[in-house]
């Protein structure tokens, strides 16, 4: 996995040790003497990642880093603070300004390439979240806004600690219970099934576990779609080096070392916890805009995008089968009227109603789709042209016969529908000469003086 770097140092020696040692990793690098020339690069969208050193003349570290997750350009930008004091006051310091990690001079090269592996591999996800989310805002979908991360949401996560030994899980418990609820498992063995059927927000594991291979679980917890977006961390000696490599290759997000610096572990558990809720709310994002792509906003039913898509699958399954399928086109008489006369809420309200009138006449198999303005197209699979007309006409009476109460109750207005019937018929047919002869019969009973249902001719 590659990625830009930005190294961001004002001692060039420094800068050419960082550069040598992560070109070596086949990273691209990137290189700032100083804060504001490290903001520019950073804003202009060049760097992936930015490896930003503490002490430096002018705008420190922490500044740079502030303004970074203060703007929204940069706020999704990991930043691993680099510095040569090794006080935890200083490390927590930097993670409390919006650091995702931090990195002690001399640098060891597996923390180097750990870390920003890791980070990397998290920065992609997060830029597919966000280019699908701003893809629906493009094609005015949803108008979405590039959020901030706020340093202090990693708190009230719920978290899963995986140890065996009372005499380590304790005190992690201990330690992270001031931020966070905390559950104990010590049986490895069960520990997928309760990450499976609880939303964990961080699963630390540790692996000094007794007779198990801790890294198997968490292969097992990125390999189940239900477990496999929660941040793992694994708790590591110092002479675990070779499973860190591997763990981080696994996808394990993080890892703290023993003997473990309390204000370290919390630190780094909020880091995670407030990336798992960032990257929710953007899958989240996501959803709501696929829904949106496919949905009519105002009335809730399937939109025409989503009935050309699906229609095409129903009418090859029909094909197949040898089963009947029948499309019903619907448009409500003289609406034009009801907005000129009541206005346009009004007729959005009528439009709302009668499609909850129409999804209570169809069944869960039937496709509803708002075709647009005042029509509305119904798919009925294995029905045949006879029962989708009484279908039809069904509808057309409950319509006629109650009145559509509008504007907040205080107005009832009188609706009538018209409808056109078809279905498949042969071979030769097609999802497009369904639907023209459908919409003939439906322009035919407009012709004939509406509120009434037409089948195509036999």
Same mark, same amino acid.
């Given at each position: 996995?590659?990625?830009?770097?930005?190294?961001?140092?004002?001692?060039?020696?420094?800068?050419?040790?960082?550069?040598?040692?992560?070109?070596?990793?086949?990273?691209?690098?990137?290189?700032?003497?100083?804060? =504001?020339?490290?903001?520019?690069?950073?804003?202009?969208?060049?760097?992936?990642?930015?490896?930003?050193?503490?002490?430096?003349?002018?705008?420190?570290?922490?500044?740079?880093?502030?303004?970074?997750?203060?703007?929204?350009?940069?706020?999704?930008?990991?930043?691993?603070?680099?510095?040569?004091?090794?006080?935890?006051?200083?490390?927590?310091?930097?993670?409390?300004?919006?650091?995702?990690?931090?990195?002690?001079?001399?640098?060891?090269?597996?923390?180097?390439?750990?870390?920003?592996?890791?980070?990397?591999?998290?920065?992609?996800?997060?830029?597919?979240?966000?280019?699908?989310?701003?893809?629906?805002?493009?094609?005015?979908?949803?108008?979405?806004? =590039?959020?901030?991360?706020?340093?202090?949401?990693?708190?009230?996560?719920?978290?899963?600690?995986?140890?065996?030994?009372?005499?380590?899980?304790?005190?992690?418990?201990?330690?992270?219970?001031?931020?966070?609820?905390?559950?104990?498992?010590?049986?490895?063995?069960?520990?997928?099934?309760?990450?499976?059927?609880?939303?964990?927000?961080?699963?630390?594991?540790?692996?000094?576990?007794?007779?198990?291979?801790?890294?198997?679980?968490?292969?097992?917890?990125?390999?189940?779609?239900?477990?496999?977006?929660? =941040?793992?961390?694994?708790?590591?000696?110092?002479?675990?080096?070779?499973?860190?490599?591997?763990?981080?290759?696994?996808?394990?997000?993080?890892?703290?070392?023993? =003997?473990?610096?309390?204000?370290?572990?919390?630190?780094?558990?909020?880091?995670?916890?407030?990336?798992?809720?960032?990257?929710?709310?953007?899958?989240?994002?996501?959803?709501?805009?696929?829904?949106?792509?496919?949905?009519?906003?105002?009335?809730?039913?399937?939109?025409?995008?989503?009935?050309?898509?699906?229609?095409?699958?129903?009418?090859?399954?029909?094909?197949?089968?040898?089963?009947?399928?029948?499309?019903?086109?619907?448009?409500?008489?003289?609406?034009?009227?009801?907005?000129?006369?009541?206005?346009?809420?009004?007729?959005?309200?009528?439009?709302?109603?009668?499609?909850?009138?129409?999804?209570?006449?169809?069944?869960?198999?039937?496709?509803?789709?708002?075709?647009?303005?005042?029509?509305?197209?119904?798919?009925?699979?294995?029905?045949?042209?006879?029962?989708?007309?009484?279908?039809?006409?069904?509808?057309?009476?409950?319509?006629?016969?109650?009145?559509?109460?509008?504007?907040?109750?205080?107005?009832?207005?009188?609706?009538?529908?018209?409808?056109?019937?078809?279905?498949?018929?042969?071979?030769?047919?097609?999802?497009?000469?369904?639907?023209?002869?459908?919409?003939?019969?439906?322009?035919?009973?407009?012709?004939?003086?509406?509120?009434?249902?037409?089948?195509?001719?036999?």
């Amino acid at each position: 996995m590659t990625a830009r770097v930005l190294v961001v140092d004002d001692i060039v020696s420094n800068v050419k040790l960082l550069q040598a040692r992560l070109m070596a990793e086949y990273f691209e690098v990137l290189t700032a003497a100083n804060g =504001p020339e490290a903001l520019a690069i950073c804003e202009s969208g060049q760097a992936d990642i930015v490896l930003l050193d503490i002490m430096m003349p002018g705008m420190d570290g922490y500044e740079v880093c502030r303004r970074l997750k203060a703007d929204a350009r940069t706020a999704h930008l990991p930043v691993i603070m680099v510095t040569a004091l090794d006080q935890h006051s200083d490390k927590l310091a930097g993670l409390e300004a919006g650091a995702d990690d931090f990195l002690t001079k001399p640098i060891n090269d597996l923390a180097l390439t750990t870390r920003v592996k890791s980070l990397a591999r998290l920065k992609m996800v997060t830029d597919e979240l966000q280019l699908r989310v701003s893809t629906g805002q493009d094609f005015g979908i949803e108008e979405t806004r =590039p959020q901030v991360i706020d340093p202090k949401n990693g708190r009230e996560g719920k978290l899963l600690v995986v140890d065996d030994r009372a005499a380590s899980y304790e005190k992690v418990v201990k330690t992270l219970s001031v931020d966070h609820e905390v559950a104990v498992i010590t049986n490895p063995q069960e520990a997928l099934f309760k990450a499976a059927d609880e939303n964990y927000d961080l699963v630390l594991v540790s692996l000094a576990i007794e007779n198990f291979d801790a890294l198997r679980l968490c292969s097992q917890l990125r390999s189940i779609d239900r477990t496999r977006m929660i =941040p793992l961390l694994l708790i590591a000696q110092e002479a675990d080096e070779m499973a860190l490599i591997r763990g981080i290759d696994l996808g394990v997000n993080d890892y703290i070392s023993r =003997p473990i610096e309390p204000n370290e572990l919390r630190a780094r558990a909020r880091t995670q916890v407030k990336r798992k809720r960032l990257n929710d709310r953007l899958r989240e994002s996501v959803q709501s805009t696929m829904e949106l792509a496919v949905k009519d906003s105002l009335t809730g039913l399937n939109n025409r995008r989503y009935f050309d898509s699906h229609m095409h699958n129903l009418f090859d399954q029909a094909a197949i089968a040898q089963k009947p399928l029948s499309l019903i086109v619907m448009d409500i008489d003289h609406f034009k009227h009801v907005n000129d006369t009541y206005g346009h809420q009004a007729g959005d309200d009528v439009l709302k109603t009668f499609a909850e009138r129409l999804c209570k006449n169809v069944r869960g198999k039937d496709l509803a789709c708002r075709f647009g303005g005042e029509e509305f197209v119904i798919a009925m699979p294995d029905t045949d042209q006879e029962l989708a007309f009484v279908v039809a006409d069904r509808m057309r009476r409950e319509v006629a016969a109650h009145p559509f109460v509008v504007a907040g109750g205080g107005v009832q207005i009188s609706v009538t529908v018209s409808a056109g019937v078809s279905s498949i018929s042969g071979a030769e047919d097609s999802v497009e000469s369904m639907l023209k002869r459908a919409d003939d019969a439906l322009y035919a009973a407009k012709r004939n003086g509406r509120n009434q249902v037409i089948s195509e001719a036999a």
